[in-house]
């Protein structure tokens, strides 16, 4: 019997605490803000992010525009992979496989409404299963990718032909 109520007084104790993270974050990021992300955002055409990677941001709008090669890895022209692992290697400092479907199976899955900027995208645009595109996730939908028709881009989850061809989110795994 006592175990039980210890347990119980653990979950709760978790839970409140837990709580109180979370808000203080809410309360914290409500009332910051930041000139350089807003222009940032705003250059980039996706909504405001008070807690935005600085870093990713001018990355992303650095690249912006680059045409789109196949296996091409510079700002000259890249593909998809190239482009999400020069993100990985210059934003973040790790290295990750240069195949989109190697970066997936090698990250932890992750649901489509629990995604965190940074967090990698993966599509199936051949239909099916097999991974073939790949992309960061930002926020509120949007992604940074290379796109075979406009090169580096930001698009949206939410769109047809991304929603129909999303597989999953990734965490990469180190």
């Not at 510079?74 to 400092?93: A, H, I, L």
């Not at 965190?116 to 790949?134: M, P």
Request: aromatic share 12%; with cysteine.
């Amino acid at each position: 019997m006592n175990k039980v109520i210890l347990f119980l007084l653990i979950v709760a104790s978790i839970r409140v605490s837990a709580q109180a993270d979370t808000i203080a974050i809410t309360n914290d990021s409500s009332t910051t803000s930041n000139p350089e992300i807003e222009a940032l955002c705003s250059e980039l055409g996706i909504p405001n992010n008070v807690e935005a990677d600085l870093d990713l941001l001018i990355f992303v709008l650095d690249w912006r525009g680059t045409k789109y090669c196949y296996g091409g890895s510079s700002k000259e022209c890249t593909d998809c992979s190239g482009f999400t692992s020069n993100v990985y290697k210059q934003v973040y400092e790790k290295n990750i496989p240069r195949v989109s479907r190697d970066i997936y199976s090698n990250s932890m899955p992750i649901r489509k409404n629990a995604l965190y900027e940074g967090d990698l995208v993966f599509f199936a645009t051949s239909g099916g299963d097999v991974i073939s595109h790949v992309g960061i996730y930002l926020w509120d939908g949007f992604f940074a990718h290379a796109s075979s028709s406009k090169g580096v881009t930001i698009s949206n989850l939410r769109t047809g032909y991304y929603m129909k061809t999303f597989v999953s989110g990734g965490a990469w795994i180190d």
